[in-house]
């Protein structure tokens, strides 16, 4: 059974950092893309980071220079590094994992609160 498991979330003050943290067990196939979502009340969820197999990345435009996604494919882990943070980025992150043949798997979610 696939199981993603996030931590890293909580309050910061804008300005501030934080790292998020994904790992993913149960895994018996190949890990195509890892990335990170969020999705605030009443909105879709939304693409923050991604990282793929082989370490090309795509971040929303929002967080381009202040978040980094990593990954590592041994371990099957992925991260976000959270920088900068703006009361906007406020919201619960989910993490995914896209399978080789196209499965998708989501975390439960971790919530980040920017605020003073």
């Known amino acids: 059974q696939v199981q993603l498991v996030e931590s890293g979330g909580g309050l910061v003050q804008p300005g501030g950092s934080l790292r998020l943290s994904c790992a993913a067990s149960g895994i018996n196939f190949r890990i195509n893309v890892m990335g990170w979502y969020r999705q605030a009340p009443g909105k879709q969820r939304e693409l923050v980071a991604r990282i793929t197999r082989s370490g090309m990345t795509n971040y929303q435009d929002s967080v381009k220079g202040r978040f980094t996604i990593s990954g590592d494919n041994a371990k099957n882990t992925v991260a976000l590094q959270m920088n900068s943070l703006k009361p906007e980025d406020t919201t619960v992150y989910y993490c995914?994992?896209?399978?080789?043949?196209?499965?998708?798997?989501w975390g439960q979610g971790t919530q980040v609160i920017v605020s003073s």
């Open positions: 995914r994992v896209l399978s080789q043949w196209g499965a998708e798997y």
